[in-house]
């Protein structure tokens, strides 16, 4: 009997290609199900990071000239030169300190890191590094300086992260010691100005008070210095963030406490320093890379025996010793 048109199907009736093609409609509605489930929960996922802090090392430049610092940068009007507080990355009370040691903490790179902090100012980092040469002190040191650069009026100010000396390096009685700090940026607290991030790394003598005769290394705890319209101030409790940006190293090729961690436990892996650390930066990790290559390329790598370490290759100084940058 022929349906009349625009007459509807009885409602108990099936198509039959949906009575062969069940399990394949509910197996689709199952994975819909899914999909949506994972949806849902990647876009309740905390996004990736997408304005990461951009960090320049060509911009400024650091000028020395008859113990007088200065700043060169570009500008649409040209090249301009500013000058600097000699007591901002020289202070006369510590270096007194350093009346005749045979290197100097204040031996500056020219080459001056720089990022934009969020208020329209620059932050910029001043590094500086030196080291004996010969002698068995195995004497170095050096400073890191945070100035704060406003493009509008072309001034500078003090940063207020005064740390003194931020990596050495010394050998009394057969005993090393080590310093190294390591800089991070990030907004830790949200504010749309970047903060700076501290971590320091040591390395000591044996402590003989407690019967130990093992040199010991410890990685501190992390802390911010976030910034406020007067400078950076130092927050006691800080906590990790996953976008953080690393300021790399000013003209080395490794840190003080690479060079002794190396020279005492034969290898740049820093887990095997006595405790592991919380944070391995992106540097060590290409050394430890290059490290695990050439060990795996050697004879003895592919024996499974470990070779016995060669002597460290010095960090590089900035520049030769009592040659200052022009």
């Given at each position: 009997m022929c349906q009349k048109p625009g007459r509807q199907p009885p409602v108990d009736s099936t198509?039959?290609?949906?009575?062969?093609?069940?399990?394949?409609?509910?197996?689709?509605?199952?994975?819909?199900?899914?999909?949506?489930?994972?949806?849902?929960?990647?876009?309740?996922?905390?996004?990736?990071?997408?304005?990461?802090?951009?960090?320049?090392?060509?911009?400024?430049?650091?000028?020395?000239?008859?113990?007088?610092?200065?700043?060169s940068f570009r500008s649409p009007e040209g090249t301009q030169s500013i000058p600097i507080s000699t007591e901002w990355l020289a202070p006369p009370e510590e270096l007194a300190q350093e009346e005749g040691q045979p290197f100097s903490s204040i031996l500056y790179s020219k080459h001056v890191t720089s990022f934009p902090i969020g208020n329209g100012e620059i932050a910029l980092h001043f590094s500086s590094f030196d080291m004996m040469t010969e002698g068995s002190m195995m004497g170095a040191g050096g400073r890191d300086v945070f100035l704060i650069f406003n493009p509008a009026d072309t001034s500078l100010r003090p940063g207020l992260?005064?740390?003194?000396?931020?990596?050495?390096?010394?050998?009394?009685?057969?005993c090393f010691h080590a310093l190294m700090t390591h800089f991070l940026i990030a907004d830790a607290n949200a504010d749309g100005n970047l903060d700076v991030g501290i971590v320091k790394e040591e390395i000591d003598c044996p402590d003989e008070e407690d019967g130990s005769n093992r040199p010991s290394y410890e990685q501190h705890?992390?802390?911010?210095?976030?910034?406020?319209?007067?400078?950076?101030?130092?927050?006691?409790?800080?906590?990790?963030?996953?976008?953080?940006?690393?300021?790399?190293?000013?003209?080395?090729?490794?840190?003080?406490?690479?060079?002794?961690?190396?020279?005492?436990?034969?290898?740049?892996?820093?887990?095997?320093?006595?405790?592991?650390?919380?944070?391995?930066p992106a540097y060590r990790k290409k050394l430890l890379q290059e490290e695990r290559r050439k060990s795996s390329a050697s004879p003895a790598g592919s024996s499974g025996v470990r070779p016995k370490a060669k002597p460290p290759v010095p960090e590089q100084p900035i520049s030769k010793p009592n040659q200052q940058p022009q």
């Open positions: 198509p039959m290609i949906f009575k062969h093609r069940f399990p394949l409609v509910l197996v689709a509605f199952l994975l819909g199900v899914q999909f949506s489930a994972s949806f849902e929960a990647w876009a309740q996922a905390k996004p990736p990071a997408k304005n990461r802090p951009k960090i320049s090392t060509d911009q400024f430049t650091l000028l020395r000239e008859n113990e007088q610092y200065s700043l992260i005064n740390l003194g000396i931020t990596k050495e390096r010394a050998r009394e009685g057969g705890v992390l802390h911010w210095y976030l910034f406020t319209p007067e400078g950076w101030k130092k927050e006691e409790e800080s906590s990790w963030t996953d976008d953080y940006v690393e300021l790399p190293l000013v003209e080395v090729s490794l840190s003080p406490v690479d060079f002794v961690g190396l020279f005492l436990w034969g290898t740049f892996d820093s887990s095997k320093w006595m405790s592991p650390p919380t944070y391995t």
